[in-house]
Nanobody, 125 residues
Framework: VQLQASGGGLVQPGGSLRLSCVVS????????ISWFRQAPGKEREGVSG???????FYADSVKGRFTISRDKDKNTVYLQMNSLKPEDTAVYYC????????????????????WGKGTLVTVSS
């Protein structure tokens, strides 16, 4: 099982980025994927998740700005981030959810069983 996150970079406030999480060793038809982020000095927090059935979940801080999607044929989950703010600056990680993801549990970071290496997103002018 592997997850590989990419797509981070430096962007100005108000700009956009799309992160990708390419997975291998399992099928997105059977497992949910969640995105987390960790800013310097802060705890890792859930950003967004997508269940095996395609249900989507978002943290309140990103609702209306971020969109999660997936391409099962490409084994890839995407996080489209628009209207970026300086407070979105963090290392972003994707993780596999080893249970049925719902609105109440998609962001339990201690419940994830596999993590990808992070990708750094910096929002600054």
């Amino acid at each position: 099982v592997q997850l590989q996150a990419s797509g981070g970079g430096l962007v100005q406030p108000g700009g956009s980025l799309r992160l990708s999480c390419v997975v291998s060793g399992f099928s997105l038809s059977y497992f949910a994927i969640s995105w987390f982020r960790q800013a310097p000095g802060k705890e890792r927090e859930g950003v967004s998740g997508i269940s095996s059935g395609g249900d989507t979940f978002y943290a309140d801080s990103v609702k209306g700005r971020f969109t999660i999607s997936r391409d099962k044929d490409k084994n890839t989950v995407y996080l489209q981030m628009n209207s970026l703010k300086p407070e979105d600056t963090a290392v972003y990680y994707c993780a596999r959810v080893p249970y049925r993801a719902t609105e109440s549990n998609w962001d339990r970071r201690y419940g994830m069983d596999y993590w990808g290496k992070g990708t750094l997103v910096t929002v600054s002018s």
